[in-house]
DNA sequence: AACATGACATAAG
DNA sequence: CCTTATGCCATGT
């Protein structure tokens, strides 16, 4: 059934996102099906609804960096929130190395 | 229905 | 390191 838009799918993957690590935009997008979709798992995320559980502040750019528009959308506090989780951050940026979500095969 | 815009990533110069 | 170009999908006008 395709009746799932790229949309649902990202969802899925962002869903699965555990605390205290973070994800790319082309990682979910690859996981979710296709790698190209970088631009549009930002979307989906800008369509994300504000009392949606979707962890978007989990989502940031591969260089560990959160996105710029973040401020007028839902989690203006992307960054403070991700510290809460254990994450750090040094100079704004995130080691990726260490707190990338590394998606298990379950 | 067509065009433009947008929370990105990658390749090429 | 920077700019430009291309790919992808949904939304708004």
Redesign the pocket.
Known sequence: MEGR???ERIYEVIAQIPRGRVA???QI?ELAG???????????????PQGSPLP?HR?????GRV????G????NR?TELLKAEGIEFTDGYVDMKKYQWKRRVF
Do not use: I, P
């Not at 296709?34 to 994300?48: D, F, Q």
């Not at 996105?67 to 973040?70: D, L, V």
């Not at 007028?72 to 989690?75: A, E, I, Y």
């Open positions: 838009t790229s949309f790319s935009y082309g997008a296709n790698r190209r979709w970088a631009r549009v798992v930002g979307y989906a995320l800008h369509a994300v978007c989502v940031v750019t591969k260089e996105s710029a528009a973040f007028s959308g839902v989690c992307q």
